[in-house]
């Protein structure tokens, strides 16, 4: 399984999320993106599935708003 750093991660999904959003490795792990030691984001945590949906509906209610 591919590991990125919470950088790498919001990089390459185009995300700011923060790194409450996420568990973290404990140890320093190599991220396979900047190839850095760093913790690295183990999963999603589960109970954000929740907030997720709640987070995703604000923005789609905001991007409707503006256009
Ligand atoms: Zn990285």
Redesign the pocket.
């Known amino acids: 399984m591919a590991e990125?750093?919470?950088?790498?991660?919001n990089?390459i999904n185009e995300t700011h999320d923060s790194k409450w959003r996420y568990a973290l490795s404990w140890d320093k792990d190599l991220?396979?993106?900047?190839?850095?030691y760093?913790r690295?984001i183990v999963t999603e945590r589960f109970w954000s599935r929740v907030q997720r949906v709640l987070a995703d509906a604000i923005v789609n209610m905001q991007n409707q708003s503006k256009s």
């Open positions: 990125f750093c919470l950088n790498c991660w990089k991220c396979e993106e900047c190839g850095q760093k690295v």
